[in-house]
């Protein structure tokens, strides 16, 4: 008998080395497929124990068939009473066109007609089309003129394996996932006793295809029925002494597995659909499942070697991408720094995301995914070199237009900051003044440098204007400096104000000991509207920090702030250290990073709602670089104050609250003024609180005072100077915070 074994495209290879080891006859590959030879056997062993093929073809006639006329004639010369009763039922499957047949309904509508015609003829009785579960399905290829007419034996396609009744979002077919591993020299592993994880797992079929086959489990043992069942010529003796060897071979197989299977996913509810297929499968005692964020990947102890491997996400909806980055970015990063000796691989429908991880791939292998160009990239890992800052270029020093009268004293995250174009900065000779300057920079940098490493920090405020003289704020971002003159005095000469400004950035490359090309300016000034909300530059040069663990992008030129309030830190370092097992609520979010360390402290969930579409898109790009999924944590575009007038059932543990001191987007239902509506922000959100919870509520506005009716209401506790950290003690005004919590009497 001729048969062809039928795959997706990409996987002919692999198709060809398994049926080979499987002793068919005469195999030969060609497009999407791998012809064989034999007998029933041969047939039913393929059935049952190839993972990669979708189907396998008996063939029985080729015939010409340019015209629907030759195509029924053609189809007739088979005798169908060989291969089915007369009242049964049959299915028609048709691939191709030509000249006189250009619609595949149109091709499987004469087939059927001219076998329902035969029988018919030959009986009085006639078969019915079965859509489900027919008693014989009928493959025709038309390919050149010439049709090619089979029986499917199969079936239903054989990477349905009967374990998966549930999946997630974007599930992996069985075959695929087999091919994976077969690309990956899983089996050898498996012999070796080396462990399998997925990091992100999702239903399981990785990890289910690598036990399969690490136990020597036929792939085809969990399904119930096949193409052959019901066809005449079916040798039933055959079949069942095939089935009693793979049952014998799944109980000895099972016994001397030693591997570790470990599989991760930050989503609950796919890993319960996860266990529910193990089970199915019969490899649920083998396969330990987990929910963990890809922040907390690690390696088995015991496990020296092993293969890594996953299907991560790669943007199915428009604008994923941006946050995949640094998905794959801490992927490539976690691989590094704890996998050396294993090997890594990922299946991705955007090979261009695999850069992100810099892992040189030893193995490339193109595939597809349903219709989707598809790559497997195979790591051999290493040990981690050097930490790789992710910055995409230098920028120039920059500096902007002349600060306007009317901005506040000295300080940070100030409403109406303000990003102009570029100025190139003369060298100047060092005055006396400056010389002091210089002075009191490596004073400072002698004392916070250490005081930042014990804390681990990468950034941090080192000079705020600390001699009157230069006006500035001066913060580090790891080698990067980012500089915010303040308003001189309309006593100060202009022209003076401007020298001291460039003897600030010829002192702090020699200090710091950093270029001029990582130097930032900014000047700030009053905003009218809504333009301290714009962008101000395009350069999207992104590049992480770090504090207290988590990492968080920062930009220092495209916007009014950087993406990190410095004077905050001691906040969200509190929020870390308290948000394990609650559920945790972050208003005007901004870029998230309270919400971020209230993950990395084991918070159950965390939400963050802010009315930028902008600022929560770096939120979740933040997430991503730290391992974190969205499965915990929502990010929610809204107006805060409708939001929370429109929250119904809802309840938090824990809520951080830090609005801007005035705001009139468009965005907003009303204008914003932090002193006179912050009570009725606080009410609200109180309303969310939990009984034992606890607000925290911040603001930058120098001038503000709480209402004291809500100290008649709730317990309010002034929390101003513990968290004043370090580095803003000269300016202990640069925020003001508060926790609030129900009066324990009620």
Not at 36 to 51: H, I, K, T, V
Not at 334 to 363: I, Y
């Amino acid at each position: 008998m001729k048969f062809f074994a039928t795959c997706p495209k990409g996987l002919e290879p692999v198709l060809f080395d398994e049926l080979q080891a499987l002793d068919v006859e005469t195999p030969k590959q060609t497009l999407a497929g791998v012809y064989f030879s034999g007998g029933l056997e041969a047939a039913y062993r393929a059935c049952l124990w190839s993972r990669v093929a979708n189907r396998i073809l008996l063939e029985l006639k080729r015939c010409p068939a340019e015209t629907a006329e030759e195509l029924y004639r053609g189809v007739q010369e088979v005798t169908w009473l060989d291969h089915m009763r007369p009242e049964g039922t049959l299915l028609v499957d048709f691939t191709g066109q030509s000249e006189g047949i250009n619609h595949s309904r149109f091709g499987a509508q004469k087939v059927k007609d001219a076998i329902v015609d035969q029988i018919r003829d030959a009986t009085g009785r006639r078969p019915s089309v079965e859509r489900q579960k027919p008693d014989l399905r009928v493959n025709v290829h038309l390919q050149r003129g010439e049709a090619t007419i089979a029986i499917d034996i199969s079936g239903d396609s054989l990477h349905r394996r009967g374990y998966r009744l549930d999946a997630g979002q974007a599930p992996m077919k069985e075959n695929l996932a087999a091919a994976l591993l077969y690309r990956c020299g899983w089996p050898e592993k498996a012999s070796q006793g080396q462990a399998l994880l997925d990091p992100m797992c999702g239903s399981g079929t990785l990890l289910i295809e690598g036990a399969l086959m690490a136990a020597d489990i036929a792939p085809g043992l969990t399904r119930r029925n096949y193409g052959f069942t019901f066809w005449t010529q079916h040798n039933n003796t055959i079949w069942q002494a095939l089935l009693a060897e793979a049952e014998e071979r799944r109980e000895a197989g099972v016994k001397r597995v030693r591997n570790r299977f470990e599989g991760f996913d930050a989503d609950t509810r796919v890993l319960s659909h996860a266990r529910e297929n193990a089970r199915r499968a019969g490899v649920e005692e083998l396969i330990h499942l987990e929910r963990r964020d890809l922040s907390k990947l690690s390696r088995p102890a015991s496990d020296e070697h092993g293969l890594v491997i996953t299907n991560p996400p790669y943007g199915e909806r428009l604008g994923d991408e941006p946050t995949l980055f640094f998905l794959y970015q801490h992927l490539g990063e976690r691989l590094k720094s704890d996998f050396a000796g294993w090997q890594g691989a990922v299946f991705t429908g955007n090979p261009e995301l695999c850069k992100m991880m810099k892992l040189a791939s030893d193995k490339t292998y193109k595939l597809y995914n349903g219709a989707i160009p598809s790559q497997l990239q195979i790591f051999n890992i290493r040990a981690r070199q050097e930490p790789e800052v992710l910055v995409a270029a230098q920028p120039e020093v920059k500096k902007s237009e002349v600060v306007q009268p009317g901005v506040e004293e000295p300080g940070i995250e100030q409403p109406g900051v303000e990003t102009s174009s570029d100025v190139a900065i003369a060298p100047v000779e060092l005055s006396d003044g400056a010389q002091m300057l210089a002075n009191r920079l490596k004073k400072n940098l002698k004392q916070f440098g250490k005081w930042a490493k014990r804390q681990d920090i990468s950034c941090y405020r080192l000079y705020d204007a600390d001699l009157p003289e230069y006006s500035a704020a001066i913060d580090l971002y790891n080698d990067w400096v980012h500089v915010q003159e303040y308003q001189a005095p309309k006593s100060v000469d202009v022209v003076k104000a401007f020298a001291r400004l460039q003897e600030i950035i010829a002192v702090l490359p020699s200090v710091l000991g950093i270029p001029a090309e990582k130097i930032v300016l900014k000047q700030r000034k009053r905003q009218q509207g809504t333009n301290q909300y714009e962008k101000r530059d395009e350069t999207e040069r992104y590049f992480d920090v770090n504090e207290g663990g988590c990492r968080i992008l920062v930009n220092l030129e495209d916007y009014l702030d950087t993406g990190l309030f410095l004077d905050h830190r001691p906040i969200r370092l509190q929020i870390q250290q308290e948000a394990k097992g609650k559920d945790f609520l972050n208003l005007f979010s901004y870029t998230s990073t309270a919400s971020l360390h209230a993950a990395k402290g084991g918070a159950r969930s965390t939400t963050s709602v802010d009315m930028s579409a902008t600022y929560l898109g770096w939120s979740r790009k933040n997430f991503a670089l730290n391992g974190f999924s969205e499965t915990q944590n929502q990010f929610i575009q809204e107006d805060c104050i409708k939001w929370l007038k429109g929250q119904k059932g809802q309840s938090y543990d824990l809520i951080f609250m830090d609005p801007p001191t005035f705001s009139n987007s468009k965005r907003m239902h009303d204008v914003l003024d932090i002193q006179r509506d912050h009570a009725e922000l606080i009410k609200l959100a109180m309303g969310l609180l939990r009984p034992e919870g606890k607000l925290i509520f911040s603001t930058n506005y120098r001038r503000f005072k709480i209402d004291l009716h809500l100290a008649e209401e709730y317990q309010v506790v002034d929390i101003t100077r513990k968290t004043v950290d370090l580095d803003f003690k000269r300016h202990t005004k640069i925020h003001q915070c508060f926790e609030i919590s129900v009066n324990s009497n009620g």
